[in-house]
Nanobody
Framework: QVQLVESGGGSVQAGGSLRLSCAIS????????MAWFRQAPGKEREGVAV??????TAYRESVKGRFTISRDSAKTLYLKMNSLKPEDTAMYYC????????????????????????WGQGTQVTVSS
């Protein structure tokens, strides 16, 4: 059984940093698309950053240069968030799937934003001005 467990959320002031973690266990496939999504109250879920097994990445335009997605050999996915803004406030979710997709479309369109096999429970990020 695949499990994704997020941690690292919290409350920070604008300009601060946080690092989110997503511990992935039980994933049976060699390849994986791994992503971070976020959803603010009253807003749609949106893709923030995505990574494929080969190391390719894509970022939402509004977080480019501030957020970095990465993973380690222990199958933990990270999202390092710098220069946080109040508009980054949201529940952040990690997601994993083996089915092919265009990673640029994950972060730039509404396409397939719920069509991921595995999701974490979410971790709250609150940025105050």
């Amino acid at each position: 059984q695949v499990q994704l467990v997020e941690s690292g959320g919290g409350s920070v002031q604008a300009g601060g940093s946080l690092r989110l973690s997503c511990a992935i266990s039980g994933y049976p496939h060699i390849s994986a698309y791994m992503a971070w999504f976020r959803q603010a109250p009253g807003k749609e879920r949106e893709g923030v950053a995505v990574m494929y097994t080969d190391g390719s990445t894509a970022y939402r335009e509004s977080v480019k240069g501030r957020f970095t997605i990465s993973r380690d050999s222990a199958k933990t996915l990270y999202l390092k968030m710098n220069s946080l803004k109040p508009e980054d406030t949201a529940m952040y979710y990690c997601a994993v799937d083996h089915r092919p997709r265009e990673i640029e479309r994950v972060v730039s369109t509404r396409e397939g934003r719920f069509d991921w096999y595995h999701w974490g429970q979410g971790t709250q990020v609150t940025v105050s001005s």
